[in-house]
T-cell receptor, first 114, second 110 residues
Framework: DAGITQSPRYKITETGRQVTLMCHQT?????MFWYRQDLGHGLRLIYY???????DKGEVPDGYVVSRSKTENFPLTLESATRSQTSVYFC?????????????FGEGSRLTVL | GENVEQHPSTLSVQEGDSAVIKCTYS??????FPWYKQELGKGPQLIID?????GEKKDQRIAVTLNKTAKHFSLHITETQPEDSAVYFC?????????FGQGTILTVHP
């Protein structure tokens, strides 16, 4: 039971570079999410997806792009990384969505932008 | 939008003591309140949740209470153990959007 996996777990990049964080889930959950975790801010929603080819903005979407061509994958791309995007990124999935459904989180991807 | 405030930011207790973490929310239409526990190096995991039509819910050593009038909800952990040491997040959901609190670092000393 692989669950939800993120890659890479650690990434160091430079300002202006493009970075893609991968997320893969094996449960066939309809909903997938990307959060960033920063000290003092808790978890903030970047983007979410209710199904393949359906995505929507969360609380902090600027500077990020997502796609969902397959139900099991939900990559997050930083098109031109900035230092303010240094953070720990969590992918999550859910059967029922945000309304009343449990979120299952991956182990996180720690991104450092120099 | 919804705003969730969580206190305290850090909490240190002795093994066997109780721990209480409190959250307030701003949107009276919020109707689902989960609590997540995050261990070091891991993603958060749901430990308990409560819906707005319930005032209290208990699961072994953990319980959550909800006061809709005052717009606050709390997590209670009794008989704490060292393995309870983690970061705890509260959250509130309204209309399909989940807003998290800032997190509480709980340390249980043996």
């Amino acid at each position: 039971d692989a669950g939800i996996t993120q890659s890479p777990r650690y990434k160091i990049t430079e300002t202006g570079r493009q970075v893609t964080l991968m997320c893969h889930q094996t449960w066939s959950h309809s909903y997938m999410f990307w959060y960033r975790q920063d000290l003092g801010h808790g978890l903030r929603l970047i983007y979410y997806s209710a199904a393949a080819d359906i995505t929507d903005k969360g609380e902090v979407p600027d500077g990020y792009v997502v796609s969902r061509s397959k139900t099991e994958n939900f990559p997050l791309t930083l098109e031109s990384a900035t230092r303010s995007q240094t953070s720990v990124y969590f992918c999550a999935s859910s059967l029922q969505g945000l309304l009343t459904g449990e979120l299952f989180f991956g182990e996180g991807s720690r991104l450092t932008v120099l | 939008g919804e705003n969730v405030e969580q206190h305290p930011s850090t909490l240190s207790v002795q093994e066997g003591d109780s721990a209480v973490i409190k959250c307030t929310y701003s949107d009276s239409a919020s109707n689902y309140f989960p609590w997540y526990k995050q261990e070091l190096g891991k993603g958060p995991q749901l430990i308990i949740d409560i819906r707005s039509n319930v005032g209290e819910k208990k699961d072994q050593r953990i319980a959550v209470t909800l006061n809709k009038t005052a717009k606050h909800f709390s997590l209670h952990i009794t008989e704490t153990q060292p393995e309870d040491s983690a970061v705890y997040f509260c959250a509130a959901s309204r209309g399909g959007k989940l807003t998290f609190g800032q997190g509480t670092i709980l340390t249980v000393h043996p």
